[in-house]
T-cell receptor
Framework: AQTVTQSQPEMSVQEAETVTLSCTYD???????LFWYKQPPSRQMILVIR??????QNATENRFSVNFQKAAKSFSLKISDSQLGDAAMYFC??????????FGSGTRLLVRP | GAVVSQHPSWVICKSGTSVKIECRSL??????MFWYRQFPKQSLMLMAT?????????EQGVEKDKFLINHASLTLSTLTVTSAHPEDSSFYIC????????????FGPGTRLTVL
């Protein structure tokens, strides 16, 4: 069974600053994927970044990067140069071999102008 | 990119009636689709896996007779909420993976169901 934990219900960041969202997970599988999804007020789920567990290199997508610590089962998201449009709910998720996505409880990100 | 649509985007129904929600993959074929439920200010909870041409598999605690899933073609899965009650009011979201890239799921825009 997979579990995903996000311990920060809400985070706030000043525009142009950097913020890190935390996520820990647990899985019994050796091959799995980890994701960060963004859900704006429209509620459309948007993929932010993904990480294959077998890859040691941390994934990056423009201003978004992850710190993947496999042994610690930690998968944090760093957002650099925060923009007003980054304000949203962010969900961490894991996927096992059945392709099921298990989501954390989410972190609401507020961006202060 | 791969697009998933849902219809309707919102629906209001009376208690005791049934409601059907459609999930379509517009530009790819999907042998597997997933249905999620999201209550206000909460996370997405996986309800079931929809398998083309076979029975859906439900997560623990989800009533299969309450939430009927049919995946009759490679581009369409339907979720029917039978004998809906106010506690079934929620946001329902589907996702699908494209071909060999099942590890990337594409999400529909969701359907808001309100049961009066």
């Amino acid at each position: 069974a997979q579990t995903v934990t996000q311990s920060q219900p809400e985070m706030s960041v000043q525009e142009a600053e950097t913020v890190t969202l935390s996520c820990t997970y647990d899985t019994s599988e050796s091959d799995y994927y980890l994701f960060w999804y963004k859900q704006p007020p429209s509620r459309q789920m948007i993929l932010v970044i993904r990480q294959e567990a077998y890859k040691q290199q941390n994934a990056t997508e423009n201003r978004f990067s992850v710190n993947f610590q496999k042994a610690a089962k930690s998968f944090s998201l760093k957002i650099s140069d925060s923009q007003l449009g980054d304000a949203a709910m962010y969900f961490c998720a894991s996927m096992d071999s059945s392709y099921k996505l298990i989501f954390g409880s989410g972190t609401r990100l507020l961006v202060r102008p | 990119g791969a697009v998933v649509s849902q219809h309707p985007s919102w629906v209001i129904c009376k208690s005791g009636t049934s409601v059907k929600i459609e999930c379509r993959s517009l530009d790819f074929q999907a042998t597997t689709m997933f249905w999620y439920r999201q209550f206000p200010k909460q996370s997405l909870m996986l309800m079931a896996t929809s398998n083309e041409g076979s029975k859906a598999t439900y997560e623990q605690g989800v009533e299969k007779d309450k939430f009927l899933i049919n995946h009759a073609s490679l581009t369409l899965s339907t979720l029917t909420v039978t004998s809906a009650h106010p506690e079934d009011s929620s946001f329902y979201i589907c996702s699908a993976g494209a071909g060999d890239s099942q590890d990337t799921q594409y999400f529909g825009p969701g359907t808001r169901l309100t049961v009066l």
